[in-house]
């Protein structure tokens, strides 16, 4: 049975000294990684991809831990407030990166909705034909 967080001073000292009986049962599956960390499971997994966004994780990586937030009753606002959460500690390039990610892990593709959204400008002043279209990196590089 994994040691739970019940005591933070004996949590913080044993991962201070990297206590490695305490380091391997943490990592030894999801699972135990939940049950010893003290939170529910929702929290737990937020705050995951909350760590995901801040290392710029793959996009299938988002897929998992969104599904398991979701399962654990994470809302889809929830989900998206996560992004914004971690905002200010991660920075703004993590976080639009991760966002087309996210959007596809709740089954929202992001690009594609922009595409919708964002048809040809009209650029009548120096050609009289329609402008190319702004791509959405090329929106986050001026506007971002």
């Known amino acids: 049975m994994p040691t739970r967080v019940g005591d933070s001073r004996t ?28 939170l529910d499971p929702k929290t737990h997994a937020l705050v995951r991809m909350g760590a995901m966004i801040a290392l710029g994780a793959a996009e299938p990586s988002y897929r998992q831990i969104v599904e398991a937030a979701r399962v654990a009753g994470a809302s889809t606002d929830e989900v998206v407030g996560t992004l914004v959460a971690v905002m200010t500690a991660t920075g703004v390039p993590r ?9 596809l892990a709740i089954g929202y593709d992001v690009h594609a909705a ?17 402008a190319p279209r702004r791509t959405p990196q090329a929106r986050t590089r001026r506007e971002g």
């Open 114 to 130: 922009l595409e919708q959204l964002d048809g040809p400008v009209e650029d009548t002043k120096t050609t009289g034909a329609p």
């Open 11 to 38: 949590t913080l000292r044993r991962l201070t000294i990297r206590d490695d009986a305490f380091v391997q049962e943490a990592m030894a599956s999801e699972a135990v990684n939940l049950a010893q960390s003290g």
């Open 95 to 103: 976080v639009v990166a991760a966002a087309p990610a996210v959007g």
